[in-house]
Every structure is written in C-alpha cells, then in structure tokens.
C-alpha cells in the first residue's frame, strides 16, 4: 500500500470549512484514497473513498487531484464533534484489505 | 442497535495471565479484524477472519490466538499477558466486495500490571 503523508495537526473555527491535505505521491492506478476519522476513545469511522472522480457523500467531500498525487478531504460546516484525528488511507479495492494507519491529522474544532 | 460490539470495554489483570476479549457484529459481514492501538496511538491490524479462515496474520506473537465460532463472533484470547500488551483493541467487520467499508467496535481497553 502506497504511503501518505498528511500534516500532524490542523485547527479550524466551527462552522467554516475544514481542509485536510493528503499527499500520496506514490499511488498506483488501482489504489483508492480512504479517509477515516477516530473521535477520542472512539473506535475509526469511515467517512468517505474515491478513486479519481471527486466524491461527495452527506459528511464529507474528497477533492483528488488530476494526476492522484493528493487528495484534500473536505468537511463543509464543521462543529466541534468533528474534533477527531483523521486518517487518509491508500489501498487497493476488494478482498479483506488490511487498513494501514498513519499518525493522521489530529483536526480541532474551535468555537 | 450496536453493529459492532466488544466485551469487556475495559480488562485490567496482573501479568501472566490468560484472557479473552469477545467481538459480536450483526451487519452480516463476512469479515472480521481485530486492531491495536498502543499508548502512542498507532493503530495496527493484528488479524484478520474471511468466512471463519484466518486470512490476516501480521507477526503477532503466538500467545495471541484468534479464534471465530461463526461469521458473526471473532474472539481474541491472550495467554501470558506481558506488560507490552496493554493496548486498546478495536475489533472491525466488513462486508466482501470492492470497497468494503469497515466498521469499528468501540474497543476493548486492556491494562496489564
């Protein structure tokens, strides 16, 4: 699996965009970019995944670049429960893929 | 209703001993996890179960054993527990197909002392 590299920490004011940036440079043409997040004593969550197309779904939006170097994970309004570590993830698709974590970027919602 | 749970949430028992950590997922998946997060907060497969089969098997040490009564239990037994193994244990599920989602438990918070 392709390795990414995501910042350590990001803030964000509640209620704006929040803007995660992923780099996966090394990718290859059957890998998919995976975001999750864990909320604090939480077990991960799945937020959202796409292969080129950009992907919306009711939590999040993934922006990928054209050449699927990097991805930016998109949360619209954010609030503070989404105050979590979040994961971008780069696997292929099918079968029983282990999920390879990162350090993530811990995301604080600030009011 | 709970897609994936765990039983106990926490387990504090003194080294040397053997105990069991218990995952239950009712989504009719067919595959199961289980993950550790150290105190650093790295999460890592330990094992994976496909239809009962073991399919996943990342160095961990042998006292860890794993083991499926069905497709929807995956228990995690740990015999001679070190200090080492304190950890949370997440336990996961996921259906087969091309983008298998998994799904989380809430973990299992082990102390050994």
């Known amino acids: 699996d392709a390795k990414t590299t995501q910042p350590p920490s990001m803030d964000c004011a509640e209620g704006r965009a929040a803007n995660l940036p992923c780099n996966h440079s090394t990718i290859s043409g059957n890998e998919y970019v995976y975001w999750y997040r864990q909320i604090h004593s939480q077990g991960p969550q799945y937020i959202i995944h796409g292969l080129k197309n950009n992907e919306t779904n009711e939590m999040a939006s993934l922006i990928i670049t054209e050449d699927r170097k990097s991805s930016t994970l998109i949360l619209p309004h954010a609030t503070l429960r989404d105050t979590a570590v979040y994961y971008c993830?780069?696997?292929?698709?099918?079968?029983?893929?282990?999920?390879?974590f990162g350090q993530g970027t811990r995301l604080t919602i600030n009011p | 209703d709970t897609a994936v749970s765990q039983t106990p949430k926490y387990l504090v028992t003194q080294m040397g001993n053997d105990k069991s950590i218990k995952c239950e997922q009712n989504l009719g998946h067919d595959t199961m996890y289980w993950y550790k997060q150290d105190s650093k907060k790295f999460l890592k497969i330990m094992f994976s179960y496909n239809n009962k089969e073991l399919i996943i098997n990342e160095t961990v040490p042998n006292r860890f054993s794993p083991k499926s009564p069905d497709k929807a239990h995956l228990n995690l037994h740990i015999n001679s527990l070190e200090l080492g193994d304190s950890a949370v244990y997440f336990c996961a599920s996921s259906r087969d197909g091309l983008y298998n989602e998994q799904f989380f438990g809430p973990g299992t918070r082990l102390t050994v002392l």
């Open positions: 993830i780069v696997r292929v698709a099918g079968g029983a893929q282990k999920l390879v």
